[in-house]
């Protein structure tokens, strides 16, 4: 949530980089709402003194013996009066909160700046993009031929886009989440956290899921719960309404969480497959840091991420998104893509995002600075290491071989046992 006193202070600026992202953008009804709940404050509180002081007459007329009625009358109208401007602007606080709410963070002025996806920036690439001399199958065909997922079984269960891994496909998909919360864990020392796969309206608003992204998720029935579409959500939230010492950060957290994602905005997109489905395993990297720290935090947070690519042998690319595709929580985002033969080009893996005190301050979340004791509010940073399912593709795509057997990268063979399919 931006900061109301940011605003009040920088409105012109807010603006511009609110625009950035989409010009339809405009923090101006929060301003009209704010300047009209000071009014009221400003009356209410003139109020309040002037009955203070009415009181205190009523007080001394009766001490004097003189008869109160009609001062009394009045101070009971300067109250109902008070009470009116109270009701009213408790009204335009909880206004001014949803709009808040429904206004995401500003970019970075780090972040390129553009109308849509095809203006993000390419930064890096590691490796090239995998040859064949035979042709290639997309991991669809590969996974149907092996027995690794039953699509249709997938579908009879639950619904369209949802999966049944099976047999060598079943143990593979364990083995890179193993793979990732051991390196991220023992070797980039990450916390490992096991949260709650469901989380209340509060915990979702914290890192901006809800009100914004209600349709895009998965509620319970009855119930102030909802399944959880990243292990950003409830990671994040661990240590909201709580103020943690600076000696504590940056905290460093993995998770492996199974995600649920009603994808309501991507209607015909990525249907076949794994790319795109509503239920997927993801390994989550979670920092909450100072806020001078958090823009290196963000950096190292990435390259944790790449290392696991890098490890596995996947080509791919480091991609700068614009202002008008950072997600909604963020300032600045980079997206690891990783090569897939099948589309002949690269798919995202993975999002690093950086949301400054945006998701903290919905969350509460601060830190005490251990030399003038002031509390303030910690940057979050989050980034997927990496999407399993998307991993999984893209090993069966870029590892396949010309007799139809697909290689398993060596740093998973220890946790799958073999070393093809």
Known sequence: MLDIK???ENPEKINELLKRRNPDLSIDEVIAVDVKRRQIQTAADELRAKRKKESQKIGELKMKGENTDAIQAEVKLIGDEIKNLEEEQTKLDEYQQDLLLHIPNIPSELTPVGKSEDDNVVVAT???PTEFDFEPKP???ICEEKGLVDFERGVKLSQSRFTLYTGKGAKLERAIINFFLDAHCSDQGYLEVLPPFMANAQTMTGTGQLP????DMYKCENEDLYLIPTAEVPVTNIYSGEILSESDLPVKMAAYTPCFRREAGSAGKDTRGLIRVHQ?????LVKLTKPEESQVEHEKLTEDAEDMLVQ??????RVALCSADIGFSANKCWDLEVWMPSYNTYKEISSCSNYGDYQARRANIRYRDKETGKVNFVHTINGSGLA???TFAAILENFQQKDGTVLIPE??????????I
């Open 212 to 215: 914004k992204f209600k349709e």
């Open 312 to 317: 596995l042998g996947l080509p791919y690319r």
């Open 280 to 284: 997927f395993n993801k390994v989550e």
């Open 126 to 128: 590691w490796g090239k």
């Open 139 to 141: 991991h669809w065909e």
């Open 6 to 8: 940011l605003i009040r």
């Open 411 to 420: 740093v998973l063979q220890k946790y799958t046992g073999f070393d093809r």
């Open 388 to 390: 399993v399912g998307r």
